[in-house]
């Protein structure tokens, strides 16, 4: 088993699988769950960055398989879930993670080439995804989380689009517990504030020291006044996926640090 700090063993011979589990918070989440005794998918596109996860889980004791996938594309995705039930009897985790984040005002038009893109992997390919795993999951029964934002209830200039899907997982997630209740899977949603992640710093000319600076800055728009690490949103996430949260579906989780408006500075 991976080396574990946390001193929890939640998920002792349970399959998890993360979309976008090879960055961010994905990778958070597949450190954490194969710490605690899970096997853990990587399910994502970019076979670099998830090999990487994949050997660093392995190094540490932990087991990792990965799975490429195009969320946005509806072949890929059914490949994937192929691959998943060839290899695996039973899924007990999904974790709804994989985003991509564009942005584009509504006044010049600027929104229109990012809605196909944006709407097929971050919201039309997770709800793809788990109806192609679905038959694995009520096997022996599941848990799964869906990663909202609190974009989504705020709303920001330029990012409608993003914002809008992450809105809409909140309702897409209440359905889903309500469909699949009665094969033994709960569904729930995280809604981070701002988290310290590629998608913050990857681009930068620099990376590791936007990446510093993201960690070092102060900020006034939640009480905690700091960006928050991956590994804090995992936790919540592990929790919602574990026993420990056995009377909980249908619900958004905020991991925002106390979060109250729109301000950032």
């Known amino acids: 088993m991976q080396t574990n700090p946390w001193g929890t063993i939640r998920f002792t011979d349970k399959v998890a699988l993360i979309t976008g589990g090879a960055s961010g918070i994905g990778r958070a989440t597949a450190n954490r769950l194969a710490a605690e005794g899970a096997h853990v998918i990587i399910a994502d596109n970019n076979a670099e ?38 290899k695996f009897s039973a899924l007990h985790v999904l974790v709804n993670n994989a985003a991509i984040l564009r942005s584009g ?18 919201l039309r390919g997770w709800v793809l995804i788990t109806q192609h795993l679905l038959p694995l999951m009520k096997k022996e029964g599941a848990a799964i989380v869906n990663l909202s934002s609190e974009g989504g209830f705020l709303g920001r200039p330029g990012q409608w689009i993003y914002d809008a899907i992450k809105a809409g997982l909140v309702s897409l ?10 094969y033994g899977i709960r569904v729930n949603a995280i809604a981070p504030g701002w988290i310290v992640t590629e998608m913050h710093f990857g681009k930068a000319t620099d990376p590791d020291a936007q990446k510093k600076a993201l960690e070092e800055l102060t900020i006034s728009s939640c009480i905690m006044k700091r960006l928050a690490k991956p590994e804090e949103v995992a936790a919540a996430i592990a929790f919602l996926l574990s026993d420990d949260a056995s009377y909980i579906t249908g619900q958004t989780l905020h991991v925002d640090g106390g979060r109250w408006g729109m301000s950032v500075g």
């Open 173 to 182: 997630t209440k359905t889903m517990a309500q469909e699949f209740v009665e």
């Open 105 to 122: 005002k509504i006044e010049d038009g600027a929104w229109i080439p990012n809605w196909e893109p944006e709407t097929a992997i971050g």
């Open 49 to 86: 960055m998830a090999r990487t996860t994949v050997a660093k889980i392995e190094e540490t004791g932990g087991k990792a398989t990965y799975i490429e996938v195009d969320l946005a594309d509806d072949e890929s995705v059914t490949a994937a879930a192929q691959t998943v039930a060839e």
